[in-house]
Structure formats: C-alpha cells, structure tokens
C-alpha cells in the first residue's frame, strides 16, 4: 500500500516569490493536515481538509493556502515568502477529520529554504 | 490552549540502558495522547494511542503509560535503531492533534 506522497521534497525560492506544495494521501484516506516544523517550534497545524473543505485551520498568516481536489490529493501555497518560513512542511493523511482520530500518516515532507 | 511539554530535550543512552522520557500536557477534555517516533529526514510515525489514565501500550522495547497529567515512554534496553526524535502529542475532544517539541534519544553501540 502506498504511503503519503509529498513533492517536490526540497526546494529554494527567494523572499517575495510563492511556492506550491503538493501532497497525495493514502488511498481511501479523505483527510489531509498540513503541518509546518521548525527547530524551534516543533510541529505547528497550519489546516485541514476533508472532502474538499477546509475543517480546521492554525493560527497561520492569509499568506498560507490550500486546498483539496476531488481525488482528495491536496497542494498548499505559500505567497510572498519570508525567511521565517523556510522549514519542513509535512503532510498527514486520515481516514476521517482528526478530529475523530489521532492516527495520521505523515509523508517526508517537503523541505522548503527561503533565501 | 492545550500545551504539551516533553523532555528531557536531548537524551544520550549507552545500548541496554533503559530509560523514560517524559510528555507532561494540559487539555481541555482529552480525548487521547499519542507518541510518533520520526527519523532523521522522514515524517513521524504513529507508536501508541492512549485514551485514559492508567492505560499502558507496549512494543517491542517501549512503553507507553498514561496519568492525568503526564505520559511516559519508557525504553527497555534499548538498540542503536531506537535513535530517533520521539514526539508527544494530545488531542482535545473533536480537535486537531498538538504536538510537544520532541525528545531526541542517541542511543551508542
């Protein structure tokens, strides 16, 4: 069974450009949680989605986007970087919302560098 | 705000020195606590749910242990391959998961 699949896996954009990420859940899976980490802060819940709806979002700036295809793969945007963003953003996959189950999967992640 | 705190931040074992790291949590309504072991590079992966206090999960070298304030992921004699980050994590009822820091285990041949 295939697991998370998140691409690209690194990138280097500079400050001021916007970057996508794209993110394929388990098959079945209808939910997709988008995470960023950073050394300091550890892992932080930027959003949810299911069923093509956002169902829970983070304490994160309107410059972080997402959203979800029919086929339930997901992609999330970042506009206007700053330096600040550059971390490790992960991507979690559920059968349902989380909020009906703690057990995600997560895929690599995608490793983003602002310059 | 639910919080999560774990330690200690970094942990450095010889091969076959067990130990525990430590999640202490504040949740309004916790619906459970769970541990993600994530290696260097790669996503975490899900360990243990545990649901209510005085609940315990094991595999293999590890446990896990719930109270109402604090879980416990003990290590018994543990192998290099159990080096990795372990997080902590709660969950309120109907809420997203929040994550502790994590605590980073070496474990030396």
Known sequence: ?115 | EDQVTQSPEALRLQEGESSSLNCSYTVSGLRGLFWYRQDPGKGPEFLFTLYSAGEEKEKERLKATLTKKESFLHITAPKPEDSATYLCAVQARYSTLTFGKGTMLLVSP
């Not at chain 1, 209808?30 to 995470?35: M, Q």
């Not at chain 1, 971390?87 to 490793?111: D, I, P």
């Open chain 1, 1 to 115: 069974k295939a697991g998370v699949t998140q691409t690209p896996r690194y990138l280097i954009k500079t400050r001021g450009q916007q970057v996508t990420l794209s993110c394929s859940p388990i098959s079945g899976h209808r939910s997709v949680s988008w995470y960023q980490q950073t050394p300091g802060q550890g892992l932080q819940f930027l959003f949810e989605y299911f069923s093509e709806t956002q169902r829970n979002k983070g304490n994160f700036p309107g410059r972080f986007s997402g959203r979800q295809f029919s086929n339930s793969r997901s992609e999330m945007n970042v506009s206007t970087l700053e330096l600040g963003d550059s971390a490790l953003y992960l991507c979690a996959s559920s059968r349902t919302v989380q909020g009906n189950t703690g057990e995600l999967f997560f895929g690599e992640g995608s490793r983003l560098t602002v310059l």
